[in-house]
């Protein structure tokens, strides 16, 4: 079976860091590409970052270039999102999420950690 | 940036009728369209990709249709289990996209 896990979310206060991991297996991680997605309280879904198969290429949304650093370690079939200078507004459920290439739609979601930035 | 809007942004229909959501993106963005269902306290679920191909586990009342830049997913026949959230996304260009929801609601 297919699955991701996602652990490392937590409160922080605004300025601080916080590194999210998300554990696969049931498939080739090392021929996957990986995304984070975010979802804000009461709102929508929010693109956050991707990474290639081999971790070579990495993409990130405007919001939170030069902060975030998402990362992978294909010898244990876990990706990562290393968050930097958290705001008020990166508060948000974070999910880990798989496609066959870096641009596809995510056939598999992991069930999200929990990320909450507040003083 | 493509924006993609989705309406209506809040759809009330009753058990066994026909929902039609609809997505219009702001510029072409192929057939690399997907549409989620999630229902509350859960993750997204991929319902259709390829703008019309519907994901393992939906029923073929789930249609996908649309190319270029207007998209619609037309769920026939509404069971109980199918009241939720939809998002449609685009991965043809980045950053990579979402619509902002349209909840089907019973009516």
């Known amino acids: 079976e297919v699955q991701l896990l996602e652990s490392g979310g937590g409160l922080v206060q605004p300025g601080g860091s916080l590194r999210l991991s998300c554990g696969a297996s049931?498939?080739?991680?090392?021929?996957?590409?990986m995304t984070w997605v975010r979802q804000a309280p009461g709102k929508g879904l929010d693109w956050v970052s991707t990474?290639?198969?081999?971790?070579?290429?990495?993409y990130y949304a405007d919001s939170v270039k030069g902060r975030f650093t998402i990362s992978r370690d294909n010898s244990k079939n876990t990706l990562y999102l290393q968050m930097n200078s958290l705001r008020v507004e990166d508060t948000a459920v974070y999910y880990c999420?798989?496609?066959?290439?870096?641009?596809?739609?995510?056939?598999?979601w992991g069930q999200g950690t929990v990320v909450t930035i507040s003083s | 940036e493509i924006v993609m809007t989705q309406s209506p942004a809040t759809l009330s229909v009753s058990a066994g009728e026909r929902a039609t959501l609809s997505c219009r993106a702001s510029q072409s963005v192929d057939s690399d369209l997907a549409w989620y269902q999630q229902k509350p306290g859960q993750a997204p679920r991929l319902l259709i990709y390829?703008?019309?191909t519907r994901a393992a586990g939906f029923p073929a009342r789930f249609t996908g249709s649309g190319s270029g830049t207007e998209f619609t997913l037309t769920i026939n026949s509404l069971q109980s289990e199918d009241f939720a959230v939809y998002y449609c996304h685009q991965y043809s260009n980045w950053p990579q996209t979402f619509g902002q929801g349209t909840k089907v609601e019973i009516k």
């Open positions: 390829g703008a019309s």
């Open positions: 999420a798989k496609g066959q290439g870096s641009l596809d739609a995510f056939d598999v």
């Open positions: 990474i290639s198969s081999t971790g070579g290429t990495t």
């Open positions: 049931g498939f080739t991680f090392s021929r996957t590409a």
